[in-house]
């Protein structure tokens, strides 16, 4: 009888410990901000990716998917100049493809709803005639949350070489 309570007792202490791991686990700050960090990352790299594949037997689709991955100014000038860029790429009749090789958060403002990524991505490019042309590019994303998620606010190349002088 009393191996049984003391057994029952090491149960419900560990049923109560358990319970309390998790407890504080599902409410720490830590594993919410790696959360949103994971999120932003995740929206990074398929918005870069986006911005940087195109079809031209799917141009409309391709632009669609360019102005529903950004958000702010970069937003407004991708609609802006849609219908130049379109009749670019038309009669270029090329096509791109991006691969994501890797990429990081470099910033995370949950609070203002801002972030900053550089995404390392390979892009080959196709034209009608000739070999495909393939490049290698880091390039450095803002990201602004939205109703919808993270967008694209702000997209460049990512600085190469030595800045220490």
């Known amino acids: 009888m009393l191996a049984a309570l003391v057994l029952a007792l090491c149960a419900a202490g560990a049923a109560g410990w358990g319970g309390w791991q998790r407890y504080q686990a599902a409410n720490d700050d830590s594993a919410s901000f790696a959360q949103a960090r994971d999120d932003a990352l995740a929206a990074g790299e398929q918005a870069v990716q986006n911005m940087n594949t195109l079809d031209h037997k799917t141009l409309e689709q391709g632009l669609d ?7 702010g100014d970069l937003h407004r000038q991708l609609v802006d100049g849609r219908d130049a860029f379109a009749r670019q790429i038309t009669e270029a009749k090329t096509v791109s493809t991006a691969k994501v ?8 403002d949950e609070r203002a709803g801002r972030a900053g990524v550089m995404v390392a ?8 005639e000739g070999e495909p042309a393939v490049k290698e590019s880091r390039l450095i994303g803002g990201l602004t949350r939205t109703s919808e998620g993270w967008k694209l606010s702000a997209l460049g190349q990512a600085p190469v070489g030595a800045t220490a002088g």
């Open 65 to 71: 998917s360019w102005e529903q991955s950004t958000t």
């Open 101 to 108: 090789l890797s990429g990081a958060v470099t910033e995370l």
């Open 121 to 128: 991505l390979r892009v080959t490019v196709t034209a009608p």
